[in-house]
Every structure is written in C-alpha cells, then in structure tokens.
C-alpha cells in the first residue's frame, strides 16, 4: 500500500503573525534598496516601493508610517547586516588591527557586491541636499559607526596590537570619513577600482597604528 503524504509533510508550517509581519517588513527594505539602487532616491515613493515588494502602498505606509520611519528603519537594517558579516568573519576574535582592517575591507567589498552601500548613500547625500530631517538619522548612524571603530582601536590598545598613544576617537572618525569617501566616489564614478584605494588605506591605518612603528622612531 502506498504512502499517504501528510499535510505538514508536504506543506512547510504557517507563519505566525509576527513572523508574516517581520517578513513583510523585511521584504519592502530589500524592495526600498533596489528601486534606490537601480532608479534613484526619487523613484522610492511608497507605492514603488511596495510595488517592487508585491504588497499595496498601504502597507508601507503601515509599517514605516512616513519617510523618516522608512529611512529610520532601512538604517537599523543596515546595521543588522553589518553585525552579521562581522560575525560571519569572526572580527571580534581578531587583535584590534586586523579588526579594524578586517572592518574597512568589509565595507569595501560590500561596494562591489551589494545595493546596500549604494542605496546608504545615494539616501544620505539625498538628505543632505534636500536638507531633510532624514539628516539626523544618518547622524545617528554615522555616530554608531564611530563607536564601534573606536571601540576596535580601544581593544588593540589594551591588548598592547596597536600604539597606546593613539587618539582612539579621532582615528574612528578619520577612518569613517574615508570610507564614506571610497563610497561616495564609487557613487560618482562607478568605473573606480577601489582595491587599490582599500589596500592603501589599510596599509596607511597600519604603518600608523602598528606599535612596532614607536620601536623603530625610538632607534
């Protein structure tokens, strides 16, 4: 006699609630990224949006409420992703220098592969010229990244991998403005091979916070 499949054999489980809504959510940022990416900062109206995603306009006016919401939301995303891939490449088991190199390759590599740099940063400069109140929550953003720098460079110092007489804080910042410098050229200039900007920039954070540096200018 044959075998009779059963319904949770052959159907995969519902969804709850949350987990339908979760989705939903997760679906319309991924949305919000490509019509950002592939059409510009103007073409991400709530109904593109949620046409690009499969749901009505409603529902994105339902999740997010407004621009900022949308844009507060994408940035938390974001971030998400980033905490992600330094997981998946388990930079915080590495010293502080090759944390930090580690950080600036990542961000480099996502300009290649990934809408999610491009789509940051065409919303940010789009902020910054409209003079949005988006500007904050890119503020915001940019000020957690310079945390989580800082905090890199702190661990090396304690750890004794990178030069005790370093000011922590204005490396991060340093370090964070060039990124967004790679980017925004990238932006600009999509043909820019930024390999060899990335290497010089970790060659740079590296001759300049290598603690074997304060041993060769004491000889």
Do not use: N
Not at 86 to 101: I, Q, Y
Not at 140 to 161: F, K, N, P, Y
């Amino acid at each position: 006699m044959a075998d009779v499949a059963t319904p949770s054999a052959t159907s995969p489980p519902r969804l709850t609630q949350a987990e339908r809504r979760d989705r939903s959510e997760r679906e319309l940022l991924e949305a919000t990224l490509r019509v950002v990416s592939e059409q510009g900062v103007s073409a991400a109206t709530f109904e593109a949006i949620g046409r690009a995603a499969g749901y009505s306009r409603g529902l994105v006016t339902q999740r997010f409420g407004s621009k900022d919401g949308l844009i507060r939301s994408l940035i938390a995303y974001l971030h998400t992703w980033q905490d992600e891939a330094l997981d998946r490449d388990h930079v915080a088991e590495m010293d502080g220098l090759s944390a930090l190199c580690a950080f600036v390759a990542l961000h480099c590599q996502g300009l290649d592969r990934h809408d999610e740099a491009k789509a940051y940063y065409m919303l940010l400069a789009g902020s910054v010229a409209d003079q949005s109140d988006t500007r904050e929550a890119f503020a915001e953003s940019h000020e957690l990244e310079r945390v989580l720098i800082r905090t890199i460079i702190e661990r090396g110092q304690v750890a004794g991998d990178i030069r005790k007489d370093t000011d922590a804080d204005a490396m991060a910042l340093m370090t964070g403005c060039s990124l967004m410098g790679i980017r925004m050229q990238a932006l600009i200039d999509p043909e820019t091979d930024i390999a060899p900007i990335r290497d010089a920039l970790i060659a740079s954070l590296r001759a300049r916070l290598a603690p074997e540096q304060e041993h060769r200018r004491g000889k």
